[in-house]
């Protein structure tokens, strides 16, 4: 995969693979199997966290009352303390690269997650990041990625931390990615990604130089569409 791939397929991967975890977990069931009951409430009183209540979700992502329900009733079935530790959220994605290593990508991606930065992720942090990365504006969801990005969320994007997710993109995809990656592969990339996105040249790129460049590039604007109707 080229250099050009390797940036799409960053850009992308979040939201097929997320998409991959919830229907191999059975949390994205049919709506239709699922009829107005208790659940609504989003309460359970055995779960050592209770989400947030169904009307101020509703506002606070772009998911019906009806999908919410679904989601929550997936969540809950695979998750019944109420929340996802790392561990967990590590091996699910191991699962779909067993020739490669995805533990050090599932941390990043875990950490954006993990708005409140606790350790752990809520319902309230699944959907919301669910209803940016499905149901979000473009700019929601380049902002979204950004934060990816940003490892220690100072608001820049640094070589260092671009590297740090492209070695980890290439450990994960392992011997799948073809032809074979040569090790100074992910630098080259960064190298690129940084003469595209650092329009000042001052070594770090802001999450307005980030969002104009993207906006600016048709493969990456297209990939923003290609999963807005999964549920």
Known sequence: MGIQGMELFAIGVVIILFMAVLKQFGILEPMSSFEDSSDSDLELSTVRHQPEGLDQLQAQTKFTRKELQSLYRGFKNECPSGLVDEETFKSIYSQFFPQGDATTYAHFLFNAFDMDRNGSIRFEDFVIGLSVLLR?????????????YDINKDGYITKEEMLAIMKSIYDMMGRYTYPCVRDE??????DKFFQKMDR???????????????????????SMQLFENVI
Do not use: Y
Not at 136 to 148: D, H, I, M, Q, R
Not at 185 to 190: G, L, T
Not at 212 to 221: L, S, V
């Open 185 to 190: 592969a992910p630098s080259e990339h960064v």
């Open 136 to 148: 979000g504006s473009v700019t929601e969801k380049l902002n979204w990625a950004f934060n990816l």
């Open 200 to 222: 000042n040249r001052d070594g770090v790129v802001t999450i307005e130089e980030f969002i104009e460049t993207c906006q600016k590039d048709e493969n990456i604007m297209n």
